[in-house]
């Protein structure tokens, strides 16, 4: 920050603008007290209305308010200070998503109490007249106070209750030791050390394609500037081996790596391939961490101690100081969109960040989106290829099923060629997965009766059978409740039928099938905490399960040796609804969840349960022809001049009733923008017409890649009145459209 020259004995007092953790419009101007010595990106403590906030040095004072109504900061916290790279990145992406800084900033100062000093603990340590008293035995000492400091003389330095849990006494007594100057007090770091991950240790030995990318990527991080890399390889193809080998480049160098999984709770084979090829683990980041580990964790990125961090899509706004690499894994899943408060895809903010902090970036997938892959095409992105599994393991065969011709029995949804195959491979000793992407036991129940549907009170949707809690929920709002005894509509009973199958549904058919099979189910609402999903992968890896059933949590990278055959339930799900990326989408998905089969020795099949074998989905799977398929979607896109070739932002009104929402959505519409490579569609209903009790409008605006579209969208926002029970949502290159 310039020093500023001024004459008047007023004006010598310093200020500056400091960003707070909050929805507000921007940095607020504080004065800095006398003798402070301040930068940016240092953390302070400042008043605001009755409180006291945590927030950032952001800049020079704006000097919009008058000098003499200015408050003094109250403390300058001793946290390192926000790197630059990251004040930028937090106010690119506010500007990006019209989110407001603090908002952001809210995002990378996620654990407030994180910012206090670590609270040591109180240990004791026997003191020189301990030493002496348990020496001379003179009867001097009670017998629990010798107890206490022979204790105290056997270890290290130990908490008061450890020590007294040792002599058998009360920790009252230990307290009095230590008054007597029997004891010294210390101060323990609160946690011990932790082993770190050593970057010297080998790797697995590479195969010469694997040791070629891997080469081009220390290259790459050794470089130390801004670059993208895609690291694109089939499934299996050993893409975690050969980043790891960028990881120990970067620890090399002495930097902090950034890794981003999606699923980060459902990835203890991962984690426990990290800690063999670095001998120690990674420090984690994602939301079910407790809160004193995301402290601790928070603290230990700000002062550089945490060296590689592993983590969901928040840990890309963690306070590093000295990030030298980020790899975002499975680069094209949705799970890196945020959909509520600031609305970002952090793959795409992960490129920004490295933008900024001018360091290399790779994007790892075996099914790229459509994004990276017109990057590479069109030169911004470099490409590494890993073209064949590793080792003697070949690509699964991929076989359709077309249900028009194999339908499954009433109240069945297991085809016969796909119940011969399941046959064949419990038979043969082998494992199996089936997947459905439904949780519970039936996405519909409707009344045999009078037709009548079992809907949400609060949105616009239908409510799903669990059979196993004995609820009908509602997968949009949480509503639960249990199975009415009458229908609501003509007060029959026992009227009910589940339509359509769940995973819960699917195995209750597979137990009927199948008696003897070993079953595991795996849904994200079945896996109660990480645990859970550890404990279940282990059974599978022990081929103590049989056939795995689960939604797109089995389809995240697990590698089960024994894992021979494959079932889509309904490859079709995916392409209901239609929306921009519904075929890309499920490309990916399927794509995906076939790499899980066939990974090691024994060779893989896989079956596509389908009503429209003809979709170039399914034949771009049968065909392993993944090129193909992205340049007609890609032919499509731009044919449409959607995204990439186009840019896209939802703006989403919301009120308490469909009159308000009208309301609303007119003015919006009246004050819409008309300007050159821009078009407005809507006011429409979303899909999603009312969600948790509101009341849902939808205009979508496409604008050529030439048009600012923020600038655009700000300007219209401004120009409209918004009712105060209205809520806008701005949502930039959305990929929900519900
Ligand atoms: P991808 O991420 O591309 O799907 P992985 O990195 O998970 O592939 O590798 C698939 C399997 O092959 C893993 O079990 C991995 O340990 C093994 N593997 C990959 N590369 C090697 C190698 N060079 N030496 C030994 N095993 C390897
Ligand atoms: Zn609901």
């Given at each position: 920050?310039?020093?500023?020259?001024a004459?008047?004995?007023?004006?010598?007092?310093?200020?500056?603008?400091?960003?707070?953790?909050?929805?507000?419009?921007?940095?607020?101007?504080?004065?800095?007290?006398?003798?402070?010595?301040?930068?940016?990106?240092?953390?302070?403590?400042?008043?605001?209305?009755?409180?006291?906030?945590?927030?950032?040095?952001?800049?020079?004072?704006?000097?919009?308010?008058?000098?003499?109504?200015?408050?003094?900061?109250?403390?300058?916290?001793?946290?390192?200070?926000?790197?630059?790279?990251?004040?930028?990145?937090?106010?690119?992406?506010?500007?990006?998503?019209?989110?407001?800084?603090?908002?952001?900033?809210?995002?990378?100062?996620?654990?407030?109490?994180?910012?206090?000093?670590?609270?040591?603990?109180?240990?004791?340590?026997?003191?020189?007249?301990g030493?002496?008293?348990?020496?001379?035995?003179?009867?001097?000492?009670t017998?629990?106070?010798?107890?206490?400091?022979?204790?105290?003389?056997?270890?290290?330095?130990?908490?008061?209750?450890?020590?007294?849990?040792?002599?058998?006494?009360?920790?009252?007594?230990?307290?009095?030791?230590?008054?007597?100057?029997l004891?010294?007090?210390?101060?323990?770091?609160?946690?011990?050390?932790?082993?770190?991950?050593?970057?010297?240790?080998?790797?697995?030995?590479?195969?010469?394609?694997?040791?070629?990318?891997?080469?081009?990527?220390?290259?790459?991080?050794?470089?130390?500037?801004?670059?993208?890399?895609?690291?694109?390889?089939?499934?299996?193809?050993?893409?975690?081996?050969?980043?790891?080998?960028?990881?120990?480049?970067?620890?090399?160098?002495?930097?902090?790596?950034?890794?981003?999984?999606?699923?980060?709770?459902?990835?203890?084979?991962?984690?426990?391939?990290?800690?063999?090829?670095?001998?120690?683990?990674?420090?984690?980041?994602?939301?079910?961490?407790?809160?004193?580990?995301?402290?601790?964790?928070?603290?230990?990125?700000?002062?550089?101690?945490?060296?590689?961090?592993?983590?969901?899509?928040?840990?890309?706004?963690?306070?590093?100081?000295?990030?030298?690499?980020?790899?975002?894994?499975?680069?094209?899943?949705?799970?890196?969109?945020?959909?509520?408060?600031?609305?970002?895809?952090?793959?795409?903010?992960?490129?920004?960040?490295?933008?900024?902090?001018?360091?290399?970036?790779?994007?790892?997938?075996?099914?790229?989106?459509?994004?990276?892959?017109?990057?590479?095409?069109?030169?911004?992105?470099?490409?590494?290829h890993?073209?064949?599994?590793?080792?003697?393991?070949?690509m699964?065969?991929?076989?359709?099923?077309?249900?028009?011709?194999?339908?499954?029995?009433?109240?069945?949804?297991?085809?016969?060629p796909?119940?011969?195959?399941?046959?064949?491979?419990?038979?043969?000793?082998?494992?199996?997965?089936?997947?459905?992407?439904?949780?519970?036991?039936?996405?519909?129940?409707?009344?045999?009766?009078?037709?009548?549907?079992?809907?949400?009170p609060?949105?616009?949707?239908?409510?799903?059978?669990?059979?196993?809690?004995?609820?009908?929920?509602?997968?949009?709002?949480?509503?639960?409740?249990?199975?009415?005894?009458?229908?609501?509509?003509?007060?029959e009973?026992?009227?009910?039928v589940?339509?359509?199958?769940?995973?819960?549904?699917?195995?209750?058919?597979?137990?009927?099938?199948?008696?003897?099979?070993?079953?595991?189910?795996?849904?994200?609402?079945?896996?109660?905490?990480?645990?859970?999903?550890?404990?279940?992968?282990?059974?599978?890896?022990?081929?103590?399960?049989?056939?795995?059933?689960?939604?797109?949590?089995?389809?995240?990278?697990?590698?089960?040796?024994?894992?021979?055959?494959?079932?889509?339930?309904?490859?079709?799900?995916?392409?209901?609804g239609?929306?921009?990326?519904?075929?890309?989408?499920?490309?990916?998905?399927?794509?995906?969840v076939?790499?899980?089969?066939?990974?090691?020795?024994?060779?893989?099949?896989?079956?596509?349960?389908?009503?429209?074998?003809?979709?170039?989905?399914?034949?771009?799977?049968?065909?392993?022809?993944?090129?193909?398929?992205?340049?007609?979607?890609?032919?499509?896109?731009?044919?449409?001049?959607?995204?990439?070739?186009?840019?896209?932002?939802?703006?989403?009104?919301?009120?308490?009733?469909?009159?308000?929402?009208?309301?609303?959505?007119?003015?919006?519409?009246?004050?819409?923008?008309?300007?050159?490579?821009?078009?407005?569609?809507?006011?429409?209903?979303a899909?999603?017409?009312?969600l948790?009790?509101?009341?849902?409008r939808?205009?979508?605006?496409?604008?050529?890649?030439?048009?600012?579209?923020?600038?655009?969208?700000?300007?219209?926002?401004?120009?409209?009145?918004?009712?105060?029970?209205?809520?806008?949502?701005?949502?930039?290159?959305?990929?929900?459209?519900?």
């Amino acid at each position: 920050m310039p020093e500023r020259r001024a004459s008047s004995a007023e004006s010598t007092e310093r200020h500056v603008s400091v960003l707070l953790p909050l929805p507000l419009t921007g940095a607020y101007d504080y004065r800095i007290p006398p003798e402070w010595n301040l930068s940016p990106g240092d953390f302070v403590v400042a008043p605001l209305g009755g409180r006291k906030l945590a927030g950032v040095v952001w800049g020079d004072a704006s000097g919009e308010v008058a000098a003499t109504k200015l408050k003094n900061l109250a403390q300058h916290l001793g946290v390192p200070p926000l790197a630059a790279e990251l004040r930028r990145f937090i106010d690119w992406v506010a500007n990006y998503t019209l989110a407001s800084p603090g908002a952001v900033l809210r995002m990378a100062m996620s654990v407030p109490d994180a910012l206090d000093p670590p609270r040591p603990l109180a240990a004791f340590a026997l003191s020189e007249a301990g030493r002496a008293a348990l020496a001379a035995d003179d009867g001097a000492l009670t017998k629990s106070r010798r107890r206490v400091l022979r204790a105290a003389s056997e270890g290290p330095a130990s908490p008061a209750a450890d020590l007294a849990r040792r002599a058998a006494c009360s920790s009252g007594v230990v307290r009095a030791c230590a008054t007597a100057g029997l004891l010294d007090a210390v101060d323990l770091p609160r946690r011990p050390p932790q082993a770190l991950p050593d970057f010297r240790r080998a790797g697995l030995d590479l195969s010469p394609a694997q040791q070629e990318a891997a080469r081009e990527l220390e290259i790459l991080v050794d470089a130390n500037r801004f670059s993208v890399t895609l690291l694109d390889g089939v499934t299996g193809s050993g893409k975690t081996e050969v980043y790891f080998a960028a990881i120990a480049a970067c620890l090399a160098r002495g930097k902090q790596a950034l890794v981003l999984l999606p699923e980060i709770a459902l990835s203890t084979q991962w984690l426990s391939r990290f800690e063999k090829r670095f001998g120690a683990p990674p420090v984690l980041w994602h939301s079910e961490l407790g809160h004193a580990q995301r402290r601790d964790t928070w603290r230990d990125v700000a002062e550089g101690k945490a060296s590689v961090v592993v983590g969901a899509r928040s840990a890309l706004f963690l306070p590093f100081p000295d990030l030298g690499l980020i790899v975002v894994d499975e680069e094209q899943d949705l799970s890196y969109k945020q959909e509520e408060g600031v609305i970002y895809h952090a793959r795409d903010m992960a490129v920004v960040r490295a933008s900024l902090a001018k360091l290399p970036i790779v994007l790892v997938s075996a099914t790229p989106s459509l994004e990276t892959l017109v990057n590479v095409e069109q030169g911004r992105y470099r490409r590494l290829h890993l073209p064949a599994r590793f080792g003697d393991a070949r690509m699964p065969e991929i076989r359709i099923v077309d249900m028009r011709r194999n339908p499954p029995e009433r109240q069945r949804f297991l085809s016969p060629p796909l119940v011969t195959a399941l046959a064949e491979t419990l038979d043969a000793g082998e494992q199996a997965m089936l997947f459905l992407n439904r949780r519970g036991y039936a996405p519909l129940t409707l009344c045999r009766t009078c037709g009548h549907r079992l809907e949400c009170p609060n949105c616009t949707a239908w409510l799903v059978e669990h059979r196993l809690l004995g609820q009908l929920q509602c997968h949009h709002c949480g509503h639960a409740e249990p199975l009415p005894p009458l229908c609501p509509h003509c007060g029959e009973a026992k009227s009910f039928v589940p339509c359509g199958p769940g995973i819960e549904r699917l195995s209750e058919e597979m137990t009927a099938r199948f008696p003897n099979a070993r079953l595991g189910v795996m849904a994200s609402d079945t896996l109660t905490g990480p645990r859970a999903a550890e404990e279940l992968i282990r059974a599978v890896e022990a081929h103590e399960i049989d056939v795995l059933i689960g939604t797109q949590v089995v389809a995240k990278g697990h590698h089960f040796p024994l894992l021979t055959l494959v079932g889509v339930v309904d490859a079709d799900l995916g392409l209901e609804g239609g929306d921009l990326r519904a075929a890309e989408r499920t490309f990916q998905l399927l794509h995906q969840v076939a790499g899980r089969a066939g990974r090691a020795e024994r060779p893989g099949i896989v079956y596509l349960q389908t009503w429209m074998p003809e979709h170039g989905v399914m034949a771009a799977l049968m065909q392993d022809d993944r090129d193909r398929f992205f340049a007609i979607e890609a032919e499509q896109r731009k044919a449409h001049g959607m995204p990439p070739f186009g840019r896209l932002a939802a703006v989403i009104l919301s009120a308490p009733d469909d009159a308000a929402a009208d309301f609303a959505a007119r003015a919006f519409a009246r004050t819409a923008p008309h300007l050159p490579g821009v078009e407005v569609l809507g006011p429409a209903p979303a899909p999603l017409r009312v969600l948790r009790g509101r009341h849902r409008r939808r205009f979508l605006v496409k604008a050529r890649r030439d048009v600012n579209l923020q600038a655009v969208l700000r300007e219209w926002l401004a120009r409209v009145k918004v009712p105060g029970n209205v809520r806008v949502q701005v949502d930039v290159d959305p990929y929900s459209f519900l």
